[in-house]
Nanobody, 124 residues
Framework: VQPVESGGGLVQAGGSLRLSCVAS????????IGWFRQAPGKEREFVAI????????EYADSVKGRFTISRDNAQNPVYLQMNNLKREDTAVYYC??????????????????WGQGTQVTVSS
């Protein structure tokens, strides 16, 4: 499975963007999907995760209340709606397929595929 992200770009602080993650194949529809991001000089970090049928979601504390992850009954695409963007949200955003997730925002050995990433830049 090779998901493709889109929707990144340049936006002013306080603005909004919606990222999309699309992939073909049955694996995508039966897999939890997560969004991660990596800023220059920093490690990749968890942003949000949604279960395979869109019934539940979790968020990093840094984006809770501003970002919303969604999917429609395991169908494509998976969205990440990002509102009230801040400069510190600047990063390359990746979607990922996740299996065997047991909570606690720990994904060691749980990520089974990555997208190629889309750049989000927030200016002041």
């Amino acid at each position: 499975v090779q998901p493709v992200e889109s929707g990144g770009g340049l936006v002013q602080a306080g603005g909004s963007l919606r990222l999309s993650c699309v992939a073909s194949g049955r694996t995508f529809s039966v897999t939890h999907i997560g969004w991660f991001r990596q800023a220059p000089g920093k490690e990749r970090e968890f942003v949000a995760i949604i279960d395979y049928n869109g019934g539940s979601a979790e968020y990093a504390d840094s984006v809770k209340g501003r970002f919303t992850i969604s999917r429609d009954n395991a169908q494509n695409p998976v969205y990440l709606q990002m509102n009230n963007l801040k400069r510190e949200d600047t990063a390359v955003y990746y979607c990922a397929g996740i299996q065997g997730y047991s909570g606690g925002h720990s994904f060691e050995h749980a990520i089974i595929f990555w997208g190629q990433g889309t750049q989000v830049t927030v200016s002041s």
